[in-house]
């Protein structure tokens, strides 16, 4: 490989494999070509890289640079999370490990008690996603994606993962783990971002 913006293989910077499938299917959906996605179970030997950011786009960025440079492909990665309005936007960037590392439902099963005496009025969130792909010859490419809505105090629906059973996008009466997954990835933080990467991709691509 001489240059590798040439190359069309990317390795998906996630083990998180819920995240996997999304990603393979939103991918796939944007018609970028031949392109080969290999998930990181291809390379078990690489550490996992810490998500020390501030922000989303910094702990993606953390995660494809490494894996990028690790393996020589272009890594695709992103991060994302559930922004509260009541908790000051919180857990944010901590979404995943809020609980301590002990899981999604303990990490929803927080958030739920943390806003248990905030009125219904305010309630309003947002799914934040920063989305990049680094290439092996320093190219960096950068999209984002925000879902607006409200957090449920119930959970409803067996489809999605994480906070999906309780976010409710606004305008919809139904959570995200309702969804059907092309319902979801039509309007998700993470399929708007993944759509706009897909752009870019296909722009830098066809530069001569």
């Keep these: 490989m001489t240059d590798g913006r040439g190359n069309r293989r990317i390795v998906l910077a996630t083990r998180n494999a819920h995240k996997v499938v999304e990603l393979r299917r939103i991918v796939q959906a944007a018609e970028l070509g031949a392109v080969e996605l290999i998930g990181l179970e291809s390379y078990p030997e690489l550490p996992d890289v810490p998500e020390t950011g501030a922000t989303f786009e910094a702990n993606a960025l953390l995660k494809a640079r490494a894996v990028s440079l690790a393996t020589g492909e ?3 990665a992103d ?3 559930l922004a509260v309005d009541a908790l000051n936007g919180m857990p944010g960037v901590l979404s ?3 609980a301590g590392g ?3 439902q303990a990490n929803l099963e927080l958030v739920l008690a943390q806003i248990g005496d905030v009125p219904d009025d305010r309630l309003g969130a947002s ?4 989305a990049v792909a680094v290439f092996p010859d320093g190219t960096e490419l950068v999209a984002h994606g925000r879902l607006v809505g409200r957090i449920s105090r119930t959970p409803r629906g067996t489809n999605g ?3 999906d059973p309780i976010f409710v996008p606004a305008g919809s009466g139904r959570a995200t783990a309702e969804l059907e997954a092309d319902e ?3 309007i998700s933080h993470r399929g708007i971002a993944f759509r706009a990467l897909a752009q870019q991709l296909r722009q830098l691509w066809s530069t001569p």
């Design 74 to 76: 272009i890594a695709v």
């Design 79 to 81: 991060d994302s999370g």
């Design 96 to 98: 995943a490990r809020w």
């Design 102 to 104: 002990l899981g999604d």
């Design 127 to 130: 799914f934040e996603c920063a």
């Design 161 to 163: 993962f994480g906070y």
């Design 184 to 186: 979801k990835d039509a």
